[in-house]
């Protein structure tokens, strides 16, 4: 397909005068260097799994291996990804290795890629609708598209009255939503109430929710307590409590953070009770689904997402589910008006007649680059019925997860979770943080498969997380066959000191 032609113009052409800065990548030769970088990802997508996953090099490796000045005569791409391919893909923890379960994941595709390049070559700053038209208008729309493929109420769609925005991250949607709850409780009240804002979540809530409250000026957070026999959820009942001591004394409540897929234990918050009281306590409700929002798409799984009418803002990530590369965070906001309250800053030059949807004035930042383009390009690419069997992939890889675990005495799943979203939590059967965690170094140091930690409980305890774009079930047993090696590794070790 031919590449687009510009519109006729009244303007004559200009001619260059020989005096000009002469530009050295012509059409021509950036043509033959995206088809030479095209095929090197290309080439190493296809080889990614033979990679060790988690990066084996030591702190400052790479200083000794570069020149240390930068270069005075250009160099090809050859020598480029010569030295990427030598010195940078080693200390590289391969996030898109088929067997990288560590943290969450951050997915991509080609369709997403693609995108980037074409977001990369236009290079706009969407701040304002007239700084790119396109760039504003494409965002609602895929906005909206993808609100409805998740089964979101109307209330967030644009034919609702409600507005979605792109942010870089979750945290970042976290900290507009308390700048905007801030900005509503704080509404026709004195200046100094703003020492008095509080804010709720839960103990297995994102450490996003603390850095929020850093950056906003929020000087209480109330860190609410979970349990095993609750699946580590928060309740409606303990917010309450929270609330009306805070009231009492003299402090002013205004915003809960719920989670559906927590990080630790992957525990869906009860939406519907943490929104019923929220609803009548005056508070804002922020729902993260950062990780679990994805499977929304899944009319099996709609029910974990039950009561989302009642939040005023929610997150999810389609860099962790959906296959569009970081970053790119779905937030969609019931009454923008609070957000543009707390961030719009619109100085004479940013001025301009058509200022219905300026998305600088829904995010700390003034730039964002077009990160529509690769969701636009992954729904389109991938469908809906594409994505919903991503989704179920990676549940189907779970379960044979799940599987093995439980016919293997030593582990179990940790008390108090269960296995949901892609996500299985497990622990040594009978606890004990130093083994557990050499047992986890041993694991990864094999360079075959990359596992990290967390605690509940108390607990040191393993997360497997199924994020990366390329895992299959094979996959997942050859990390079940390394994570036995280590188990029997160890157990022929206790038994030659008891000789």
């Known amino acids: 397909m031919a590449g687009p032609q510009p519109p006729p113009c009244s303007l004559p052409a200009a001619a ?11 059409a021509e030769e950036w043509r033959c260097l995206g088809h030479q970088l095209v095929d090197w990802l290309a080439d190493y997508q296809a080889g990614i799994g033979r990679w060790p996953v988690r990066s084996q090099v030591s702190p400052g490796y790479l200083r000794p291996l570069l020149p240390a000045a930068a270069p005075e005569q250009p160099q090809g791409l050859d020598a480029i990804l010569s030295d990427v391919t030598q010195h940078i893909l080693p200390g590289i923890t391969h996030w898109q290795s088929p067997s990288f379960f560590a943290w969450f994941g951050a997915n991509t595709s080609p369709p997403s890629q693609l995108a980037e390049m074409l977001c990369s070559a236009l290079n706009v700053i969407g701040f304002s609708w007239i700084s790119s038209p396109a760039c504003t208008e494409l965002e609602a729309i895929c906005m909206d598209w993808l609100g409805q493929l998740l089964g979101l109420p109307p209330c967030f769609l644009s034919a609702g009255g409600g507005t979605g925005v792109i942010q870089s991250t979750a945290s970042e949607a976290t900290l507009v939503a308390l700048l905007a709850a801030k900005a509503r409780a704080l509404a026709g009240r004195p200046p100094e109430d703003a020492s008095k804002v509080v804010a709720y979540c839960s103990d297995q809530a994102h450490s996003s929710v603390k850095k929020a409250c850093m950056v906003a000026g929020v000087q209480h ?4 307590p979970t349990h095993a026999a609750q699946q580590h959820t928060l309740q409606a009942a303990v917010l309450e409590a929270a609330v009306e001591a805070d009231r009492a004394a003299g402090l002013l409540p205004c915003y809960v953070v719920a989670t559906v897929g927590t990080t630790s234990s ?10 019923a009281a929220a609803q009548r306590l005056g508070l804002w409700l922020h729902v993260d689904a950062a990780w679990a929002g994805a499977y929304a798409l899944l009319p099996e799984l709609r029910h974990h997402f039950e009561g989302l009418e009642a939040a005023d803002s929610l997150d999810t990530n389609p860099h962790k589910g959906l296959l569009t590369g970081f970053d790119c965070s779905c937030m969609w906001i019931k009454d923008a008006s609070w957000a543009r309250a707390a961030l719009s800053l619109t100085p004479e030059y940013l001025r301009h007649a058509a200022n219905d949807l300026d998305y600088k004035d829904l995010q700390v930042p003034l730039g964002r680059k077009m990160r529509s383009l690769k969701l636009w390009f992954v729904m389109r690419m991938y469908g809906a019925e594409g994505l919903r069997a991503y989704l179920r992939n990676r549940l189907e890889c779970q379960r044979a997860f799940e599987a093995l675990l439980a016919g293997e005495p030593r582990l179990r799943v940790a008390p108090g979770t269960a296995p949901a979203f892609g996500l299985v939590c497990f622990q040594l059967s009978r606890p004990d943080e130093a083994a557990s965690e050499a047992l986890l170094e041993a694991v990864n140091a094999t360079g075959k498969v990359f596992l990290v930690h967390t605690k509940l409980d108390g607990v040191h305890t393993w997360r497997l997380a199924l994020g990366s774009t390329n ?13 036995q090696q280590a188990l029997d590794n160890r157990e022929q070790e206790q038994q030659q000191q008891q000789l």
Do not use: M, N
């Open 16 to 26: 260059p005068s020989p005096a000009d800065y002469k530009q050295p990548f012509g």
């Open 221 to 224: 957070l109330r860190v609410l």
């Open 266 to 275: 992957c525990a869906v918050d009860p939406i519907p009770a943490v929104g």
């Open 471 to 483: 895992t299959q079930r094979c996959h997942v047993e050859a990390a079940w066959a390394v994570i």
